[in-house]
């Protein structure tokens, strides 16, 4: 099994709402990670998470917030965002926090600000 | 700094045709890996190679072929009878140690369009 399950697929959200993107694996990957990709561009890293601790975050505004509650589980909460955060929301995994290994990507979740 | 320059940013094959995507890295790494993903317009990034920087062979997987030269860091992509299913978004990665094991430094991307 080497998937990477994002939910939802699509979400519309207006500017005071709050609301969380889930992502889920189970190959027993210990490092997880948050990209946002705007369209026509390549995906750029927000947080990484190494055996469920965050290690990375690539000063990303604090209307993002990452939560890993376990290691087969990341979370996204989202509030108060900006239009200009709508964007395509991709998690990965990755057997061990460092370079050497692929990390598997999620179908990601296509986020609409209104 | 890590950076990966992928030129060509569309191309536009028809079907049967090859097609080679060229892959420029810059490094002061000397352990590094170097990655493709693919794409689809669905939109998750799909795992193709890896490539450690002391392991120079090239690979043949079905009608994908890697070519990885140091000399010239280039990791360059073909796909041999292109198909239609192969149009898609293709991005060179790199990552090492002095950029942060855990970042992949990402490509422009390549949009490959295979014309029926």
């Known amino acids: 099994d080497t998937e990477v399950t994002q939910t939802p697929k699509h979400l519309v959200m207006g500017m005071t709402n709050k609301k969380s993107l889930k992502c889920e694996q189970h190959?027993?990957?210990?490092?997880m990670y948050w990209y946002k990709q705007k369209a026509k561009k390549p995906p750029e890293l927000m947080f990484v998470?190494?055996?469920?601790?965050?290690?990375i975050n690539e000063s990303v505004p604090s209307r993002f917030s990452p939560e890993c509650p376990n290691s087969s589980l990341l979370n996204l909460h989202l509030h108060a965002l900006q239009p200009e955060d709508s964007a395509l929301y991709l998690c990965?995994?990755?057997?061990?926090?460092?370079?050497?290994?692929?990390?598997?990507f999620g179908q990601g979740t296509r986020l609409t600000v209104v | 700094a890590q950076k990966v320059t992928q030129a060509q940013t569309e191309i536009s094959v028809v079907e049967k045709e090859d097609v080679t995507l060229d892959c420029v890295y810059e490094t002061r790494d000397t352990t590094y890996y170097l990655f493709w993903y693919k794409q689809p317009p669905s939109g998750e990034l799909v795992f193709l190679i890896r490539?450690?920087?002391?392991?120079?062979q090239n690979e043949i997987s079905g009608r994908y072929s890697w070519n990885f030269q140091k000399s010239t860091s280039s990791f360059n992509f073909t796909i041999t009878a292109s198909q239609v299913v192969d149009s898609a978004v293709y991005f060179c990665?790199?990552?090492?140690?002095?950029?942060?094991?855990?970042?992949?430094?990402f490509g422009k991307g390549n949009q490959v369009v295979v014309i029926p």
């Open positions: 998470y190494s055996y469920e601790k965050l290690s």
């Open positions: 490539r450690n920087s002391f392991d120079e």
């Open positions: 990965a995994s990755s057997l061990i926090p460092t370079g050497v290994t692929e990390a598997f």
């Open positions: 990665a790199l990552s090492g140690r002095r950029y942060g094991n855990n970042r992949l430094a």
């Open positions: 190959m027993g990957h210990r490092a």
